[in-house]
């Protein structure tokens, strides 16, 4: 018997497929924003669901793995402004940088590895099915909004608050923000161009826009892995995981955009079977800025760019750095997934040991 923590009941459940019959199993990670190098942070989300994807074939099932790359967001676009340069030309850049850095730590490739930029009219699709479920509504600045009230289910996934979700919000969002939303746990599922910042108008010809029935925008965060999922494995399906950092918000707005767009397949049921989060990698705490994170616990904050304490992967695997790519493998084995892994060189030093050990047996 294959048991799963399911994050969404917060237990240990026996695995059954949806197809129990013929044992397919569909799966969707979330892939990586392709705006920057990866860092050991970005390697255990990956590396993890590939170990889940050979156990579970283990097991007999044969499993369509699906994950993709968001190569349409903010973060592109301000590094194609900062550095004048193509935002399309970023994203491959560093697609093809992870992939070579997956094959070195011995992933296998995944089945399906979609760009969000190749799937608009899927997107678009999803956002006028939440249009006529009455999930979403046109704002009076022309954004689409998803609308966190229509759906008694939100926040169910990573059981949290509403209302103090609206409260810790409003201190957070912009007057302009506040006066156009409804609610203000309401998330974008589209954004026009005339209402992006003053930097990204000033900046066109790096800015990607499509245009939709609402005006010239893009597509929100969220949007992404609600439409990719269906279209490579329909609705519902088996297992979804990534991070424990997506738990909330993309993960819980995943859930309500699929649960509601989607219900006439779903029969009234959750879009995803098994929810699956692995843990963060984490270092001691060294500035002020990562003490008050609100992931710092007991000492150990978060691996981030934001905070400044990433370890680049690239910088440490042959060729350029000094370990051997199994050796960031073996470290990903010295924890729990779902548990924190406390990264140190001495962490480094004896999964390097482990390793020489396996080799020369």
Known sequence: MLKIYNSQTRQKEEFIPLDRESGRVGMYYCGPTVYDSLHLGHARAAIVPDMVRRYIEHKGYVVRYVANFTDVDDKIIKRAIRENRNWREITVTYMDEYQRLMAAVGNRPVDVHPRATDHVPEMLDLVQRLLDTDNAYVASNGDVYFDTHSFDRYLALSNRNLEDQESGRSGRLSE????????????????????????????????PGWDSPWGRGRPG?????????????????????????????????????????????????DS???????????????????????????????????????????????????????????????????????????LMDQSQARVERIYST
């Open 272 to 346: 995803v079977r098994y929810w699956i989060h692995n843990g963060f990698i984490t270092v001691k705490v060294e500035t002020e800025q990562e003490a008050e994170d609100e992931h710092t616990v007991d000492g150990q904050s978060k691996m981030s760019k934001s905070l400044g304490n990433v370890k680049w992967l690239k910088d440490m695997i042959w060729p350029d750095g000094p370990f051997d790519p199994m050796v960031v493998r073996m470290l990903m084995l010295q924890s729990h997934y779902r548990s924190p892994l406390q990264f140190s060189t001495d």
């Open 176 to 207: 302009d923000e506040l006066s156009v939303k409804k609610n203000s746990a309401d998330f974008i599922l589209w954004k026009l161009l005339t209402n992006d910042s003053e930097d990204f108008r000033a900046h066109p010809e790096h800015v």
């Open 221 to 269: 965060w969220h949007l992404e892995c609600s439409a990719l999922s269906r279209h490579y494995l329909g609705m519902p399906f088996d297992i979804h995981g990534g991070g424990q950092d997506l738990l909330f918000p993309h993960h819980e707005n995943e859930k309500a955009q699929n649960d509601c767009a989607y219900c006439d397949e779903l029969s009234g049921g």
